[in-house]
């Protein structure tokens, strides 16, 4: 990214959104929810050492989740503020009891990354995987608050590694600490002479999956919906992946296997749609199951915030996504319960969903002749039980194995005391 297309995007992206607003709902929270922001900011000002950490949208926090609970437990005489630039987190996240406050980030700005400084003044500042704002890291650096990058992840065609970069890469000076995902990214970094700053810490997803898997929640109405039988649970599912369900279904009920369906989208219509594809499935907002015959064999959730947990039910985890071009959602959250893993052919934007394939961790779906092969692979593990349960066992080593990342960046803060008790 070079220095005038920054200044021009900071400077009409706020303009394109306002003129949209009145049409996009995204764009209209994202204007509404910067209006008089630095009058709710002041409630900061004063309240004690903070940590500032941002996120750029709920897929990050995700990341930096585990890196936020430790925080917490281990530094709990700090204030952490969470911010975020787009709706879709700050919407989904707003009341979150993790942390002291959740706001948007003001676009940035020289006036803007002052006046916010001089408000939150933090004694550590984290951000996490991408989202690089010139003025706030500038004027982070030149205060010499300790500024951590965690969770990055680096390819060859970003701004960074082109001729244009020097912009990009001088925000890269910035930080006091750069964690990287992978080798590949710290090789990338070493190429422009960024060397010293970085360490691979791995990806903290892992820690945060495994942490979900090692909790014990109940849900004494999936029990009841399952009733024993094997249940295949195919969550974030877009409208490709719930049509290929629908072909699928009637070819494997006679089995006794049962669908728990948790779809990327819980609105009224999207569900509206589900019920066309299943006539016979009853919504979870319906239970208990007592007053429900015949019993049902497909189930639909039908509220955000429980799939994580509910992947630990299946026989069989279908994770959505990978049947659109956007590519398939969050595997990690399956494959960690140590269930086989399909998905459909799009996962290459996606090194887990890759990575993950080659270990034998999880099944691709072909491009063309999906569901055949969607309903033999089915036969196949339902008459052979051990070829199965060999993959998923292969799943869950693979996540195990690459935890850790939290501790490394844990280790970091203490070992250069960031913060004290």
């Not at 990287?180 to 070493?190: A, I, P, T």
């Not at 915030?305 to 985890?317: S, T």
């Not at 279908?318 to 459909?344: D, F, K, Q, S």
């Not at 036969?379 to 990342?405: C, H, Y």
Request: proline share 6%; with cysteine; charged share 20%.
């Amino acid at each position: 990214m070079s220095r005038l297309f920054y200044h021009l995007f900071r400077l009409t992206y706020p303009i394109v959104l306002r003129i949209a607003a009145p049409f996009h709902p995204k764009a209209k929270a994202w204007v509404v929810g910067r209006a008089g922001i630095f009058q709710q900011l002041e409630k900061l000002r004063g309240q004690g050492p903070t940590i500032w950490i941002h996120c750029a949208s709920l897929g990050e926090f995700e990341q930096g989740r585990p890196v936020i609970e430790h925080l917490r437990s281990q530094y709990p005489n700090y204030k952490i503020l969470l911010t975020f630039f787009s709706p879709s987190g700050y919407q989904h996240l707003q009341h979150y009891p993790g942390v002291d406050w959740v706001f948007y980030l003001p676009m940035d700005s020289p006036s803007n990354a002052k006046r916010f400084l001089d408000v939150v003044n933090p004694t550590l500042a984290i951000f996490v995987k991408y989202e690089f704002w010139f003025y706030y890291l500038k004027k982070l650096h030149y205060r010499k608050v300790p500024l951590l990058l965690i969770s990055a992840s680096f390819r060859p065609e970003m701004s960074f590694f082109r001729w244009y970069g020097a912009f990009a890469r001088k925000m890269l000076t910035r930080f006091d600490r750069i964690f990287v995902q992978d080798e590949s990214s710290k090789h990338l970094l070493s190429t422009i002479g960024i060397t010293e700053t970085v360490e691979v810490a791995g990806d903290t997803r892992f820690d945060r999956v495994a942490a979900i898997a090692a909790q014990t929640r109940s849900f004494p109405e999936i029990d009841a919906f399952m009733n024993g039988k094997p249940t295949i649970i195919i969550g974030s599912s877009w409208q490709a992946d719930e049509q290929l369900w629908q072909r699928v279904w009637p070819r494997i009920k006679s089995l006794g296997i049962k669908l728990l369906i948790a779809p990327h989208e819980v609105n009224g219509s999207h569900i509206l749609q589900l019920q066309k594809l299943f006539p016979e499935a009853v919504l979870h907002s319906t239970l208990p199951m007592s007053n429900i015959e015949p019993e049902p064999a497909v189930l639909i959730v039908d509220r955000i915030g429980l799939l994580a947990h509910l992947y630990r039910f299946g026989w069989v985890n279908y994770v959505g996504g990978g049947m659109t071009p956007a590519g398939v959602h969050n595997v990690l959250e399956a494959a960690v319960y140590g269930r086989p893993v399909i998905c459909g052919p799009h996962i290459k934007k996606y090194r887990e969903a890759v990575e993950l394939a080659d270990a034998h961790g999880s099944v691709v779906l072909p491009e063309t002749q999906t569901a055949t092969e969607l309903v033999e692979r089915l036969k196949m593990w339902m008459s052979n039980p051990d070829l199965s349960s060999e993959i998923g066992e292969k799943a869950a080593s693979f996540v195990m194995q690459r935890t850790g990342s939290v501790n490394k960046i844990l280790h970091y803060i203490q070992e250069n005391r960031l913060l004290t008790n």
